[in-house]
């Protein structure tokens, strides 16, 4: 398909903008359907099917959109720009991605701990520095971010892919370009790339009523975090995920 100019991206956000449609049907459907399947189920599985589940659900109505208004975004596998930017993420979905990633075969676990450790290791000064870096105060934090030329905690750099693909964060799902590909290279923060952070709220309330559910039976401290404290509590995914990291410890088991 032919990448868009910046007036037909905004042409195609205005649409987005106008489309009537129940968010929160489709989310919420996705609960039930996950609650419904999750009898005989470990809990941490259907917390797991939960958090994998949800995050599809957004790159289906994203898809959905796409389809409707006969978009395709020019993102594809290898380019990595996006990798660079500021992941923000909260404690909770940094604590349900690495339980997710220890349900995963012991060699893709190996490979990504390697990842981190050697992450941590390489990176320390830009960690500590991205500490002082202020998203909810400092407009220009995107742009500083990215001028620091540093990637992203789970981005394998040989093959230019995401190491959790799967289980990706929010705004990795969200942020697409439907412009020539070539626009994310040229500038740090491209202004034609659309964002779907919209969804958000909806992923957010379809976690809340699994974990609701779940919280009734089995206490937090149990599943290893604090429910909502963890929700509320939001950094760069480097950093959170340095200090859930433990070593490793947290993934580690057959
Ligand atoms: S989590 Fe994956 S897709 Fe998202 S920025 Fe990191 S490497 Fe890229």
Same mark, same amino acid.
């Given at each position: 398909m032919k990448p868009l100019t910046i007036d037909e991206i905004r042409q195609v956000a205005a649409r987005i903008n106008k489309r009537t449609y129940d968010y929160e049907a489709p989310f919420l459907q996705k609960v039930d359907q996950i609650l419904d399947d999750s $009898? &005989?189920? %470990?809990v941490e599985t259907v917390l797991g099917e939960a958090f994998t589940g949800l995050l599809a659900q957004v790159d289906d109505e994203i898809k959905e959109i796409e389809s409707e208004l006969g978009v395709r975004p020019s993102c594809a596998l &290898? @380019? +990595? %720009? @996006? @990798?660079y930017f500021p992941i923000i993420v909260t404690r909770l979905e940094v604590k349900l991605m690495l339980k997710v990633i220890k349900s995963w075969p012991a060699a893709r676990r190996r490979k990504i701990a390697a990842q981190i450790d050697r992450y941590v290791t390489t990176y320390q000064a830009e960690l500590k520095e991205l500490a002082e870096l202020d998203f909810r105060k400092d407009p220009a934090f995107k742009e500083r971010y990215k001028q620091k030329n540093l990637p992203c905690i =789970?981005? +394998?750099? $040989? !093959?230019? !892919? @995401? =190491? /959790?693909y799967e289980i990706r964060p929010i705004p990795c799902r969200t942020y697409l370009n439907y412009a020539s590909p070539d626009v994310c290279g040229e500038s %740090?923060?491209? /202004?034609e790339p659309l964002s779907f952070e919209f969804l958000y709220p909806f992923y957010v309330e379809g976690m809340d009523e699994v974990l609701t559910e779940i919280l009734e039976v089995v206490d937090d401290s149990a599943l290893g975090f604090s429910y909502p404290q963890d929700a509320a509590e939001v950094h760069y995914l480097p950093l959170l995920l340095q200090e859930e990291w433990r070593g490793g410890a947290v993934i580690a088991g057959e």
């Open positions: $009898e &005989g189920k %470990h &290898g @380019c +990595d %720009h @996006c @990798c =789970m981005l +394998d750099q $040989e !093959t230019r !892919t @995401c =190491m /959790a %740090h923060v491209p /202004a």
